[in-house]
C-alpha cells in the first residue's frame, strides 16, 4: 500500500469517527557479532611479550600460524560462474599468490562444504597478514592499477556477487598471545 493510500484510509477512519487502535512497540533484543571480546594487536611489536613476539616469530616459521592476524572473505559467486571461476582460480590462484605485496598473504579460496553460519557465503577467501604494514601495502598495491597483483585481485573480486545478501568477513589473530577485554 502506498503512502498516500495509507494516509487516505486513516483520513476516512478520522472523518468516520471511528477510533484508531493503539500502536503497540515490543523490545528488540539486539545481537552483535562485533567480535569486541578481544582487543586487536600485533603481537610482533610493543605491548607483547617477549615470549609472545618468540612464539609468533617462531610459529610463523615452522608453519603453525598463517599470519599474525587473518582475514576471511566470505561470499557467493555470480550464478552459472562455478566452472568459469575455478578454471581461473586453477590458471591464475598461484599467481596471485606470488604477486601480493609484502607482508600480505593470498592462502587460498575455498568452497564451504559444511557450515552453521547460513548467510555467510558458499566461497572463503583466505588473506594472512604479517605485520600492520600488510594491510596498508594492500591498499596501496589496490591503488595502482598497472600492478599485475591488481589486476588478479580485480579479476577475482568480478566473480563476487555483489547482489547477495550473503557475504561476511571474519578477522582473526592469535589466541596464544591475545588479551581478551571481558
Do not use: C
Amino acid at each position: 500500500m502506498e503512502q498516500k493510500d495509507r494516509i487516505a484510509r486513516l483520513r476516512g477512519l478520522i472523518k468516520d469517527g471511528r477510533a484508531l487502535e493503539r500502536p503497540e512497540v515490543e523490545p528488540l533484543e539486539p545481537v552483535i557479532r562485533s567480535g569486541d571480546t578481544f582487543l586487536f594487536r600485533d603481537p610482533r611489536k610493543r605491548g607483547a611479550t617477549a615470549e609472545e613476539q618468540d612464539f609468533v616469530e617462531g610459529s610463523l616459521k615452522d608453519g603453525l600460524l598463517v599470519g599474525t592476524f587473518i582475514v576471511e572473505w566470505g561470499y557467493d559467486i555470480k550464478k552459472g560462474q562455478h566452472e568459469k571461476f575455478r578454471r581461473w582460480l586453477l590458471d591464475h590462484e598461484r599467481l596471485l599468490a606470488l604477486s601480493a605485496p609484502e607482508d600480505v598473504g593470498y592462502k587460498g579460496t575455498y568452497v564451504v562444504t559444511s557450515s552453521t553460519e547460513k548467510q555467510a557465503g558458499d566461497y572463503r577467501t583466505i588473506w594472512a597478514f604479517a605485520s600492520l604494514r600488510g594491510p596498508q601495502n594492500l591498499a596501496a598495491e589496490v591503488a595502482n592499477e598497472h600492478s599485475p597483483f591488481t589486476r588478479l585481485w580485480n579479476e577475482l573480486n568480478q566473480f563476487r556477487d555483489g547482489d547477495s545478501s550473503n557475504r561476511s568477513q571474519q578477522n582473526l589473530s592469535p589466541a596464544a598471545t591475545s588479551i581478551r577485554l571481558v
